[in-house]
Structures are given as C-alpha cells and as structure tokens.
C-alpha cells in the first residue's frame, strides 16, 4: 500500500518526524537549513489550497511531471536529491525555526481539512490531472523526501 498523507498513520508518523526536527540539524544533500526546509514543505502544500501559484508549465516539463508522477505510484520509488523546483517553492532567507516548524503542521491540518471536504484541485501545474490518492501521495512523498534530507 502507497503512503499517503489521507492515512491517519502516515499523517500522524509525519507530524511527529517533524516534531522531533531540531533547528540545528544538517541536510544531507542540498542547501536548505532546517527553518528554510520547513517553509519549502508549507509552501508545497499551499498548492493545493491555492495560496501557493505555480506557473504554467511548457508541455515538455509538464509531460516529464506526468510520466515522473505515474512512475512514482508504479515503483513507489523516492525523490532524487537536489531536483528543481519552482521559484515560487524557494524559500527566502532563514526564518524563525519554532514559527516556520508551526506554520508547517498547520499548514498540514488546512491541507487535510481541504482533502477530508473533497476540494482538492483537479490539476497539478507539473503532475498534470490529479485524484485525491495522487495528492496524498505525492504530498506525503515530498514531505518525507525532506525529513530524510536531515536525517529524520
């Protein structure tokens, strides 16, 4: 069974893995501090709920996006180190660890709110059509991919 940020366990499993992140912890891969991590995963989540805009994507990116996404719930396989993102992803300089750590685990609570209402967006700028199972998926994917960047 895929991970999901729709199951209870995962959801819960997460949310202390983020509890237990301490400021001065080190990535493994990449730039990001701990506080700047945090604001990257809420902004992600903020797709959905549409406070966070993505650009529209050329048909070549959007097309590897749609064919990354299936081969991710196929192989069930994780996010490679250092991967692109979008500049509306990329957090500013560091911020206070405690809000930015808060502002995350709220942020997580909207984001279930909206997927438990049955309003998730239909669309993914890069991933193409989504169901809720590719939301929860994914979301959940790209939350772990970071707490295992810094050792968590």
């Known amino acids: 069974m895929l991970r999901s940020l729709h199951r209870e366990k995962d959801l819960e499993e997460l949310k202390l893995r983020i509890l237990n992140l301490q400021e001065d912890f080190r990535p493994k891969w990449g730039c990001m501090d701990a506080s700047q991590m945090l604001t990257h995963c809420r902004l992600v989540l903020e797709v959905p709920l549409g406070t966070t805009v993505l650009p529209k994507t050329p048909r070549l990116i959007r097309f590897i996006g749609i064919i990354t996404k299936k081969e991710m719930e196929l192989f069930n396989n994780g996010i490679p180190p250092n991967m692109p993102t979008f500049t509306a992803l990329k957090p500013g300089p560091p911020c206070d660890f405690l809000v930015a750590k808060q502002e995350l685990l709220h942020t997580i609570d909207r984001y279930c709110e909206?997927?438990?209402?049955?309003?998730?967006?239909?669309?993914?700028?890069?991933?193409?059509?989504?169901?809720?199972?590719?939301?929860?998926?994914?979301?959940?994917?790209?939350?772990?991919?970071?707490?295992?960047?810094?050792?968590i």
């Open 114 to 151: 909206l997927a438990d209402s049955g309003k998730l967006p239909a669309e993914h700028a890069l991933f193409g059509k989504m169901e809720p199972k590719d939301w929860g998926f994914l979301e959940y994917k790209h939350l772990n991919h970071h707490l295992i960047q810094f050792g």
